[in-house]
């Protein structure tokens, strides 16, 4: 028996519509925020951001992430604007929104940026045997 305000969503059975309605509204606010914010308009990816930034995991969209993306979320984890990241770099937040729009990046400038935030870019190729190039 079912009781009252039980309803199926495809497969999935909703036992409290009121979580599902405050999780659609922070959904919205959390796409909204990270289109104005970032310029991101990918709702999947959105969305596998925030589920990286909050609870700390990753799936396939959140590590099929370019560069850019993830410079974003570092911003985004970092609770800095990446206008903010290109003042921090030297440039003006126009120069960096056109590298990223281009995806330009080269491993020097990925360096700088770690500095400039004071984080670690970890760049190399692990062989099957465990042994690093």
Do not use: W
């Not at 922070?26 to 796409?31: E, G, I, P, T």
């Not at 995991?57 to 959140?62: C, L, P, R």
């Not at 590590?63 to 921090?88: F, W």
Request: proline letters at 2%; glycine letters at 4%; hydrophobic letters at 45%.
């Amino acid at each position: 028996m079912r009781s009252v305000g039980h309803f199926r969503i495809g497969q999935v059975l909703i036992e409290n519509p009121i979580r599902l309605f405050v999780a659609a509204a922070v959904l919205r606010v959390a796409v909204t925020y990270a289109k104005i914010i970032f310029g991101i308009h990918n709702i999947l990816l959105i969305c596998s951001m925030f589920s990286c930034i909050l609870f700390g995991k990753t799936n396939e969209t959140v590590k099929k992430m370019t560069i850019p993306d993830e410079i974003r979320v570092l911003c985004a984890k970092l609770h800095i604007s990446v206008a903010e990241l290109a003042r921090q770099l030297g440039c003006s937040p126009q120069s960096l929104s056109e590298k990223m729009s281009r995806m330009s990046f080269t491993i020097e400038d990925l360096e700088e940026t770690a500095r400039a935030t004071n984080t670690k870019f970890v760049r190399k190729f692990v062989l099957l045997n465990g042994e690093e190039v």
